[in-house]
């Protein structure tokens, strides 16, 4: 099973960019997925969440801004960003707890990190 991220880049002030969070592999089911980011110099936190039944949680700092939605068909979570601000810039990863057989064949839920997309907003 693997997790990738992608969808970032340079944007200016004010622009919009969609990330995508895929997972692949032998899958049962995704459960709970976040949007984490990490800046420069900053401890990793937590952007937006999205629960198996579609709850979804956001930080303050991106409410209003920030979407986050998922595809349970394509095993696929986004999360749409506008009004993009300078402070957005940073490493986003995201993080998904997933169902899926052992290599014995137990099913078991185990977290993955897909491997970071760089997104820089410039003024």
Same mark, same amino acid.
């Given at each position: 099973?693997?997790?990738?991220?992608?969808?970032?880049? =340079? $944007?200016?002030? *004010?622009?919009?960019?969609? =990330?995508?969070? $895929?997972?692949?592999?032998? %899958?049962?089911?995704i459960n709970d997925v976040g949007w984490y980011?990490?800046?420069? *110099?900053?401890?990793?936190?937590? $952007?937006a969440a999205i629960t198996s039944g579609g709850s979804t949680t956001y930080a303050d700092s991106v409410k209003g801004r920030f979407t986050? /939605?998922?595809?349970?068909?394509?095993?696929?979570?986004?999360?749409?960003?506008? /009004? =993009?601000k300078?402070?957005?810039t940073a490493v986003y990863y995201c993080n998904a707890d997933i169902l899926h057989p052992s290599r %014995? *064949?137990? =099913?078991?839920?185990?977290?993955?990190?897909g491997q970071g997309t760089q997104v820089t907003v410039s003024s």
């Amino acid at each position: 099973v693997q997790l990738q991220a992608s969808g970032g880049g =340079l $944007v200016p002030a *004010g622009g919009s960019l969609r =990330l995508s969070c $895929v997972a692949s592999g032998s %899958i049962s089911r995704i459960n709970d997925v976040g949007w984490y980011r990490q800046a420069s *110099g900053n401890q990793r936190e937590l $952007v937006a969440a999205i629960t198996s039944g579609g709850s979804t949680t956001y930080a303050d700092s991106v409410k209003g801004r920030f979407t986050i /939605s998922r595809d349970n068909a394509e095993n696929t979570v986004h999360l749409q960003m506008n /009004s =993009l601000k300078n402070e957005d810039t940073a490493v986003y990863y995201c993080n998904a707890d997933i169902l899926h057989p052992s290599r %014995i *064949g137990y =099913l078991n839920v185990y977290n993955y990190w897909g491997q970071g997309t760089q997104v820089t907003v410039s003024s």
